[in-house]
């Protein structure tokens, strides 16, 4: 009973490390090699964790709703209710739905119906951009192609509501909020001063005063001329026109 125990230990703990001395320890009475019963944990074993469900500007978005290639064709409405579930956003992708939440910000600030190029259709379409890659990175946030393309987005929104800040204030006003911007104003630049930097401004100040000292003179004369050229002239009107 006693043997039996110590060979059932020695083939939980596996075979020890070290040569042949340790493999003829992990053998047993009749020479068979013990293999252990117990084995390490794998990674499949391992619990998966799910990451969770984060919710998306897309929700909103009644899955009933036709696509934006069928909302004006009249034909839809005649057709069974299988058609139309194809038709509608309920088996639609993730670009058609982004077309018509897309629509839908840009109906909110367009000037005219005709209206697609202005600053704040632009705005609309970049705003939809950022919110798609915004969810795209909360689950994947190693993708940094998609984060550099988002940062550009987010450059140039910014870029074109501060023109429409500067140059229609009421307009800007009315795009974030109707699309729930929030706009913060850009620090002020402020250069850190270093050695050399002071080194080549004290420098241009010099050149510049060295200049104007040469052109001094000239200048001189000119104010002279002038000043003796509207003397004349103020005579010439005191004294009248000729008989």
């Given amino acids: 009973m006693l043997a039996l125990r110590a060979a059932l230990g020695r083939c939980l703990a596996g075979p020890a490390r070290g040569g042949a001395a340790a493999l003829g320890s992990a053998r047993?009475?009749?020479?068979?090699?013990?293999?252990?019963f117990i084995q390490t944990a794998r990674w499949y074993a391992r619990p998966v964790r799910r990451k969770k469900d984060?919710?998306?500007?897309?929700?909103?978005?009644?899955?009933?709703?036709?696509?934006?290639?069928?909302?004006?064709?009249?034909?839809?409405n005649s057709v069974d209710d299988v058609v139309k579930r194809l038709l509608s956003l309920e088996m639609a992708s993730q670009k058609e739905k982004m077309k018509i939440k897309t629509q839908q910000l840009v109906e909110k600030v367009r000037r005219s119906p005709n209206d697609n190029g202005s600053s704040e259709?632009?705005?609309?379409?970049?705003?939809?951009?950022?919110?798609t890659y915004e969810e795209h990175l909360q689950k994947h946030p190693k993708?940094?192609?998609?984060?550099?393309?988002?940062l550009m987005a987010m450059d140039r929104?910014?870029?074109?509501?501060?023109?429409?800040?500067?140059?229609?204030y009421d307009t800007f006003e009315h795009t974030c909020k109707q699309l729930n911007i929030q706009y913060t104003l850009p620090q002020p630049y402020n250069r850190r001063r270093t050695?050399?930097?002071?080194?080549?401004?004290?420098?241009?100040?010099?050149?510049?005063?060295e200049v104007q000292k040469l052109k001094a003179p000239q200048r001189l004369k000119e104010?002279?001329?002038?000043?003796?050229?509207?003397?004349?002239?103020?005579?010439?009107?005191?004294?009248?026109p000729p008989v």
């Fill in 157 to 168: 929104r910014k870029k074109l509501l501060t023109y429409l800040r500067r140059v229609r």
């Fill in 54 to 76: 984060i919710p998306s500007h897309l929700d909103d978005l009644p899955p009933t709703m036709l696509k934006k290639e069928y909302t004006n064709v009249p034909v839809v």
């Fill in 121 to 131: 259709v632009q705005v609309a379409v970049l705003t939809a951009k950022i919110r």
């Fill in 28 to 36: 047993g009475g009749d020479g068979a090699v013990c293999r252990p």
């Fill in 143 to 150: 993708d940094k192609s998609n984060r550099r393309r988002m």
């Fill in 195 to 209: 050695k050399r930097w002071l080194v080549k401004k004290a420098f241009c100040i010099k050149v510049f005063q």
């Fill in 223 to 240: 104010r002279r001329e002038r000043r003796a050229r509207a003397a004349k002239e103020a005579a010439a009107q005191r004294e009248g």
